[in-house]
Structures are given as structure tokens and as C-alpha cells.
């Protein structure tokens, strides 16, 4: 199960109307929707797997909304054995669940070793499982439900379910496994479920990229650092290139020729342009940093091994001419946009999605998910800029009616203070930007941290690939201990919470 031909994905969320007065860091608008295909098609199945619905409090935290909803899961049991098997189940997030069980290899590679039945759970809002149907993004009152503590609670419902209704599994052990939102989702499961999972993978899961946790700007200088590493002059070059798109701003002439040479496929006509074309840029560079995996992918774009390799082989020279800067960045825009050699023109409306999707994170982003990012063009390559809460709180209460909630998800999850939970794997690629808001060190004998100097976003849960460096196998092969550990403890102590000891 190697890297498929997938749909196109897009990590971050277009600029809203409100937006386009108030410059946002391309983090700003999503985790960011890492992965909402915008064009919601798949690619080939990794394996046989069924469908199923399962009837799904709509509230289940209330007690005069009585109304369910169909979650949508997914079961696959080739290897799995009732007698000292266990359950690995997926927390989905903000996508289609097809895609994430066409996208989670390292589950399907590891089935077989753990005698495992896999599940794959879609979030509520998100894929089939809408609460309200199609109106369930109509009304704001209808997104009410869309929280992370009504997800959670869909899990553990349907975890409750699948031990009443599948002979053989009402003994066996269970671990959460999730990657990015889905990763941060897993570990606040075991935190706020332990009766129900034995442990949880938690893979490139920022979950204290809140508040004043982390230092708001660390996200954007990982970026630039995978930059530079990839090429001495890389990230200069790049820093430069917005005072330079400036400079061919300032007539109608000037933006004609940028326009041209970077062939895009609608002329900039005015500075809300030349605002667009710079997030869109942004959000390129931070794409890259993503996926940047050790072999051909399709994963957000066709894409070639180690891209940022590639993309600085344009910016060796940072003396070049303004004129000769804008080619290179064109070239450099290629390799993500046009590796195919299909594409006509680069349109920097691409990324706008109006599925579903991107419509429940938007409001998640508004609501409970609001992380600070910010740059200042010394300790990274992006163009200053501050985190402003307030603009922030003005545009979601424009765009949905809601007041977000900073502090909400440290006050629910304990943000730092989680050393009285056991039994998680943090797993972070060094190479991912979200690694700068994860847990990067040991915080006690069983909430351990497994770092990947070679990796990208949750690379440890993408399938085996011959081309993956020895620093990931070794992750995957610790993870894999680790479990084997909890479900050992769980046969070996019965209804007995019992801590790792290596």
C-alpha cells in the first residue's frame, strides 16, 4: 500500500469576504482543513472494508433534543481474531471517511501483527454523517452540535455499539489512532474515555497549539527551516519575493506583466489581488512543508520525492533580478502546481472549496479550534504579521453569529497539565510545522513522545514505503511495541488500569 493516486486535497480554507481587509495567516484559517478534497472524488481502495450507520445522538449532553443522526463508519476484519484480538479504531476528522481509511496504511500494514479489527468513525458535520441533512450548514443553530466534545462522545457511543453487536468484540481491547485534528482528537479521547481505549497514536497532533502554549510564530519558522535546509539561499530568496511583488504592483502595466509571467490564469487587477496571490502563495510554501515526503505522492498535489529539494533548486541565487526572481518563483510554483504537466495556467483560486467540509471547520475554527500563528520576517520567510485576536473575534461573528472561545479547549483538555493521563503515543515528523505545536518530550512513563527527524505530517501513518527513511520505520516499529504492550496488559489485568514499563 504505497502512495495512491488520491483526490486533490487542500490544507487551507479560502480567505472570506470579511478576510480580505484583514491579512490572515494561511494557519489562521484552518488546522487547516488538512484534508478536504476540493473535488470530493477517490481514488482506488486500499482494501476491503463495509459500510455501516450507526443511529447517533444528535445531543448528547442535553435532554430535550431526542433527534439522531446516521454516523457513518467503516469495518474491516481480514485479520482480525476473537481470541486475543483487539480493535484499532480510527478518530475521524474534518473529511470524508473513505479518504482517511484510503490514507491511514500504517493501520492496514499492522492489522495482521495485532489480530486487528479496523474502524474508521467519520466526524460528525463532515462526509455523510450530517446531523441536520442537508440544512446542517443552512441554520447556525443547526451547528451547535459541531464540537469536540459531542465527536468524543459520538466515538465513545459507537465503541459502546460495536461491543453489544459483533460477537467476540465485547472483550477485546481498543486504541484510538488518529493523525493531525484527528491525532489531537485520539489523545483527548484516551484522556476523557479511558474506560473505553487502552491507549491512543496520537500522530502530528498539535494539541497545545493554544493560547499561549507554544509560542505563536514557532509554526511558520519550522516552515522556513525545512527551507533552508533544503537550499542555502532558499528561504532568502523567498523572504524577498514579496517586496518584489510589490514593486510590480504599483501599475496596471507591472501587473500584467507578473500576471503573464507567472501565468496565471486570471490577470491581477488591484492590490485585493495582489493580497490573494500572496496567501496563496503562503499557503503553498506551507503545503510543502506538509508533505514533504521521501517519494513521489499525489497526496495534495502530484508531487516528487523530497519537494522542497526541488522547489529551492530555483532560488540558488539571491542576487538575481527582480525580473529573473518572479521566473524562478513561477518555476517554483510549478513543481506543486504543475508536476503533472497538465495545467494551463496556475488559478489562485484553486484552493476555494465550497463542499461541506470546509464549511464545518471553518465554523470549528471559530468556535473551539482557535490557535495563534504569527510571523515577523526575521525568524521566518513570510511577510510580518501579528496575531490579532480581536480581528479574528469580528470576522467569525460576521461570517457565523458565534463568539469564539480561546481558552475552551485547554479548560476542557487541560493544555499542558495532562501528566494524570497514561497510555498515549505523541508521534511528530521534525520536518512538520504542526510539530511545533505538539508534544515534542516525554511527559511520563506512558505518555511518550516518538520524534521523526525525517518526517512530514504523520508520515508514520502513511503505508510502508521502500523509500522511507530507517527514522520512521524505527517510529512505526515503536509505536507497534508500545500497543502490543497495552494489549498485553489488558488481557494479562482484566478491568485493572495498567501503566507501560519498559
Same mark, same amino acid.
Given at each position: 500500500?504505497?502512495c495512491?493516486?488520491?483526490?486533490?486535497?487542500?490544507?487551507?480554507?479560502?480567505?472570506?469576504?470579511?478576510?480580505?481587509?484583514?491579512?490572515?495567516?494561511?494557519?489562521?484559517?484552518?488546522?487547516?482543513?488538512?484534508?478536504?478534497?476540493?473535488?470530493?472524488?477517490?481514488?482506488?481502495?486500499?482494501?476491503?472494508?463495509?459500510?455501516?450507520?450507526?443511529?447517533?445522538k444528535?445531543?448528547?449532553?442535553?435532554?430535550?433534543?431526542?433527534?439522531?443522526?446516521?454516523?457513518?463508519?467503516?469495518?474491516?476484519?481480514?485479520?482480525?481474531?476473537?481470541?486475543?484480538?483487539?480493535?484499532?479504531?480510527?478518530t475521524?476528522n474534518?473529511?470524508?471517511?473513505?479518504?482517511?481509511?484510503?490514507?491511514?496504511?500504517?493501520?492496514?500494514?499492522?492489522?495482521?501483527?495485532?489480530?486487528?479489527?479496523?474502524?474508521?468513525?467519520?466526524?460528525?458535520?463532515?462526509?455523510?454523517s450530517?446531523?441536520?441533512?442537508?440544512?446542517?450548514?443552512?441554520?447556525?443553530?443547526?451547528?451547535n452540535?459541531l464540537?469536540?466534545?459531542?465527536?468524543?462522545?459520538?466515538?465513545?457511543?459507537?465503541?459502546?455499539?460495536?461491543?453489544?453487536?459483533?460477537?467476540?468484540?465485547?472483550?477485546?481491547?481498543?486504541?484510538?489512532?488518529?493523525?493531525?485534528?484527528?491525532?489531537?482528537?485520539?489523545?483527548?479521547?484516551?484522556?476523557?474515555?479511558?474506560?473505553?481505549?487502552?491507549?491512543?497514536?496520537?500522530?502530528?497532533?498539535?494539541?497545545?497549539?493554544?493560547?499561549?502554549?507554544?509560542?505563536?510564530?514557532?509554526?511558520?519558522?519550522?516552515?522556513?527551516?525545512?527551507?533552508?535546509k533544503?537550499?542555502?539561499?532558499?528561504?532568502?530568496?523567498?523572504?524577498?519575493?514579496?517586496?518584489?511583488?510589490?514593486?510590480?504592483?504599483?501599475?496596471?502595466?507591472?501587473?500584467?506583466?507578473?500576471?503573464?509571467?507567472?501565468?496565471?490564469?486570471?490577470?491581477?487587477?488591484?492590490?485585493?489581488?495582489?493580497?490573494?496571490?500572496?496567501?496563496?502563495?503562503?499557503?503553498?510554501?506551507?503545503?510543502?512543508?506538509?508533505?514533504?515526503?521521501?517519494?513521489?505522492?499525489?497526496?495534495?498535489?502530484?508531487?516528487?520525492?523530497?519537494?522542497?529539494?526541488?522547489?529551492?533548486?530555483?532560488?540558488?541565487?539571491?542576487?538575481?533580478?527582480?525580473?529573473?526572481?518572479?521566473?524562478? +518563483?513561477f518555476? @517554483? *510554483?510549478? #513543481?506543486? /502546481?504543475?508536476?503533472?504537466?497538465?495545467?494551463?495556467?496556475?488559478?489562485?483560486?484553486?484552493? &476555494?472549496?465550497?463542499?461541506?467540509?470546509?464549511?464545518?471547520?471553518?465554523?470549528q475554527?471559530?468556535?473551539?479550534?482557535?490557535?495563534?500563528?504569527?510571523?515577523?520576517?526575521?525568524?521566518?520567510?513570510?511577510?510580518?504579521?501579528?496575531?490579532?485576536?480581536?480581528?479574528?473575534?469580528?470576522?467569525?461573528?460576521?461570517?457565523?453569529?458565534?463568539?469564539?472561545?480561546?481558552?475552551?479547549?485547554?479548560?476542557?483538555?487541560?493544555?499542558?497539565?495532562?501528566?494524570?493521563?497514561?497510555?498515549?503515543?505523541?508521534?511528530?515528523?521534525?520536518?512538520?510545522?504542526?510539530?511545533?505545536?505538539g508534544?515534542?518530550?516525554?511527559?511520563?512513563?506512558?505518555?511518550?513522545?516518538?520524534?521523526?527527524?525525517?518526517?512530514?505530517?504523520?508520515?508514520?501513518?502513511?503505508?510502508?514505503n521502500?523509500?522511507?527513511?530507517?527514522?520512521?520505520? +524505527?517510529?512505526r @516499529? *515503536?509505536? #507497534?511495541? /508500545?500497543?502490543?504492550?497495552?494489549?498485553?496488559?489488558?488481557?494479562?489485568?482484566?478491568?485493572? &488500569?495498567?501503566?507501560?514499563?519498559?
Amino acid at each position: 500500500m504505497g502512495c495512491f493516486s488520491l483526490p486533490l486535497l487542500y490544507l487551507l480554507l479560502p480567505l472570506s469576504a470579511s478576510a480580505a481587509t484583514i491579512p490572515r495567516l494561511p494557519t489562521q484559517r484552518s488546522l487547516g482543513s488538512l484534508h478536504l478534497p476540493t473535488r470530493p472524488t477517490f481514488g482506488p481502495t486500499l482494501a476491503n472494508y463495509s459500510i455501516h450507520y450507526f443511529a447517533q445522538k444528535i445531543d448528547h449532553f442535553g435532554f430535550t433534543i431526542d433527534k439522531t443522526f446516521n454516523q457513518r463508519y467503516l469495518i474491516a476484519d481480514k485479520y482480525w481474531k476473537k481470541d486475543g484480538g483487539s480493535i484499532l479504531f480510527y478518530t475521524g476528522n474534518e473529511g470524508d471517511i473513505i479518504w482517511f481509511c484510503n490514507n491511514t496504511g500504517f493501520m492496514w500494514d499492522v492489522a495482521e501483527e495485532l489480530k486487528a479489527m479496523l474502524v474508521f468513525a467519520e466526524h460528525r458535520y463532515y462526509g455523510e454523517s450530517l446531523p441536520f441533512g442537508a440544512s446542517s450548514f443552512k441554520d447556525v443553530k443547526n451547528l451547535n452540535f459541531l464540537t469536540t466534545e459531542q465527536a468524543l462522545a459520538d466515538f465513545a457511543e459507537l465503541i459502546k455499539h460495536l461491543k453489544q453487536t459483533i460477537p467476540g468484540a465485547e472483550n477485546q481491547p481498543v486504541i484510538a489512532v488518529g493523525g493531525s485534528y484527528g491525532g489531537m482528537l485520539a489523545a483527548w479521547f484516551r484522556m476523557k474515555y479511558p474506560h473505553l481505549v487502552v491507549g491512543a497514536l496520537a500522530a502530528s497532533a498539535p494539541i497545545w497549539q493554544f493560547e499561549d502554549l507554544v509560542q505563536c510564530g514557532v509554526f511558520m519558522k519550522i516552515v522556513t527551516n525545512d527551507f533552508k535546509k533544503s537550499g542555502p539561499h532558499c528561504a532568502e530568496s523567498i523572504r524577498r519575493s514579496w517586496g518584489v511583488i510589490d514593486g510590480f504592483s504599483t501599475s496596471s502595466s507591472r501587473l500584467q506583466w507578473l500576471s503573464e509571467t507567472l501565468h496565471l490564469c486570471s490577470p491581477l487587477a488591484d492590490l485585493q489581488d495582489v493580497r490573494m496571490l500572496k496567501d496563496w502563495i503562503s499557503e503553498t510554501w506551507v503545503n510543502l512543508a506538509m508533505v514533504d515526503y521521501p517519494y513521489e505522492c499525489n497526496f495534495l498535489q502530484p508531487l516528487p520525492a523530497w519537494p522542497i529539494k526541488v522547489v529551492c533548486q530555483y532560488f540558488k541565487d539571491p542576487r538575481v533580478s527582480d525580473e529573473v526572481l518572479m521566473k524562478k +518563483l513561477f518555476q @517554483a *510554483l510549478n #513543481v506543486y /502546481y504543475n508536476y503533472s504537466g497538465q495545467a494551463k495556467c496556475l488559478n489562485i483560486s484553486e484552493t &476555494a472549496t465550497s463542499n461541506l467540509g470546509s464549511m464545518g471547520w471553518s465554523y470549528q475554527a471559530c468556535t473551539e479550534i482557535i490557535m495563534p500563528f504569527c510571523t515577523n520576517g526575521f525568524d521566518d520567510m513570510f511577510e510580518p504579521h501579528s496575531w490579532d485576536l480581536k480581528a479574528l473575534f469580528d470576522e467569525c461573528f460576521s461570517q457565523w453569529g458565534v463568539r469564539l472561545r480561546p481558552s475552551w479547549i485547554t479548560t476542557m483538555y487541560g493544555g499542558k497539565n495532562i501528566s494524570s493521563h497514561s497510555n498515549i503515543i505523541f508521534s511528530n515528523g521534525e520536518l512538520d510545522p504542526w510539530s511545533g505545536g505538539g508534544v515534542t518530550k516525554n511527559i511520563t512513563d506512558s505518555l511518550i513522545v516518538i520524534n521523526i527527524p525525517d518526517g512530514a505530517h504523520h508520515l508514520d501513518l502513511r503505508a510502508s514505503n521502500a523509500l522511507d527513511p530507517q527514522s520512521v520505520r +524505527l517510529a512505526r @516499529a *515503536l509505536e #507497534v511495541k /508500545y500497543m502490543k504492550q497495552w494489549i498485553r496488559n489488558f488481557y494479562a489485568y482484566p478491568g485493572k &488500569a495498567v501503566l507501560n514499563n519498559f
